[in-house]
């Protein structure tokens, strides 16, 4: 079922809806097509980043907890049901359930998936890679991340995509300084990726959070100056996604309108933090 004569991903079957216990406050666009129109901006106070760190960091031990969980075997779903609990047993509500008809708590994206693939009875096999993705949503704010992680041993080729993916995300955090352009993030994750001939994705980008879970700005991950040309500042915060690949940055979309695939079928890998631009540079809000 998980995988057809090539090799290659198909959907499986996705499971219902998990419940969360009505103690945890949703987001306001759970039970409605999409997000009300957000024009708040994407810098905070002090107070404020403190409950986005406090959510981030639920976020990254979720997925702390979901990676010890990957091995041959496991299905998506599974690890899905693993991030779900944990963020509930921390009061939190899981970010992606209910947001524009996403119908589970975790994105698990499998090889070719580029990002939010759907978790269903697929099941994990030694030398596939999956990447999770969760977003914590508590006291009003959301903390997202994602990492990629290895299923038993994967080919040399593939475990140096993961590891150069997310030192792509280090050098992007690196590039982040008050005054500058976001554009300069990019560049860097870009001219990193080049040097090994990799496919850099375009049109699914880093993004600004904390209040909503996208608040409307864009940070690209390839060189796009003059373009995207929003100067950062102390207090603003923001997503870094980095997705890699080994062959080309185009995709597909399979039939759920969710799973995104590249469009050559080559592996490509992801990484992800919420951070807060400083007076020095930035502080990596999703850490466990
Ligand atoms: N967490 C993803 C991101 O990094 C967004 C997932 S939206 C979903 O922006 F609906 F696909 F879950
Ligand atoms: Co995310
Ligand atoms: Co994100």
Redesign the pocket.
């Known amino acids: 079922m998980p995988k057809d004569s090539a090799g290659h991903l198909v959907p499986g079957r996705v499971s219902a809806m998990r419940p969360v216990p009505s103690r945890i406050r949703r987001p306001e666009y759970v039970g409605k097509p999409g997000p009300a129109p957000y024009t708040a901006g994407d810098l905070y106070t002090p107070e404020e980043i403190a409950l986005i760190r406090e959510s981030g960091r639920i976020a990254a031990r979720a997925i702390e907890r979901v990676g010890e969980a990957v091995r041959p075997g496991v299905t998506t779903e599974e690890l899905d049901a693993i991030g779900h609990e944990f963020l509930i047993e921390h009061d939190a509500y899981p ?2 359930l209910g ?2 008809g ?1 119908p ?1 708590s975790i ?1 698990s994206s499998v090889n070719e998936v580029v ?2 693939g759907i978790p269903d009875d697929t099941v994990l096999e030694d030398g596939d890679i999956v990447n999770i ?3 914590a949503y508590k006291n009003g704010y959301h903390g ?1 991340s ?1 990492q990629t992680f290895v299923v038993g041993k994967a080919s040399e080729e593939v475990e140096l995509l993961v590891d150069r993916t997310r030192e792509s995300l280090n050098r992007g955090i690196k590039a982040v300084a008050p005054g500058r352009q976001v554009n300069v993030i990019g560049r860097a994750i870009e001219s990193y990726a080049k040097r090994f001939g990799y496919g850099v994705v375009r049109d699914f980008t880093g ?1 600004g959070v904390g209040r909503a ?2 608040s409307g700005l864009i940070i690209p991950h390839y060189d796009a100056a003059p373009q995207y040309d929003d100067v950062m500042e102390v207090g603003m915060v923001f ?1 870094i ?1 980095p997705m890699l690949t080994l062959g080309t940055h185009e995709w597909d979309m399979w039939a759920d309108d ?1 799973t995104v695939v590249t469009r050559d079928r080559s592996i490509t890998a992801q990484f ?1 933090h919420t951070i807060v631009v400083t007076e020095r540079g930035a502080e990596i809000l999703t850490l466990p």
Do not use: G, L, M
Request: proline content about 0%; charged content about 30%.
């Open positions: 970010s992606t947001y524009r996403y589970k994105c990002c939010h993705d969760i977003t997202d994602n993004h879970f996208h997503t996604e969710w992800e």
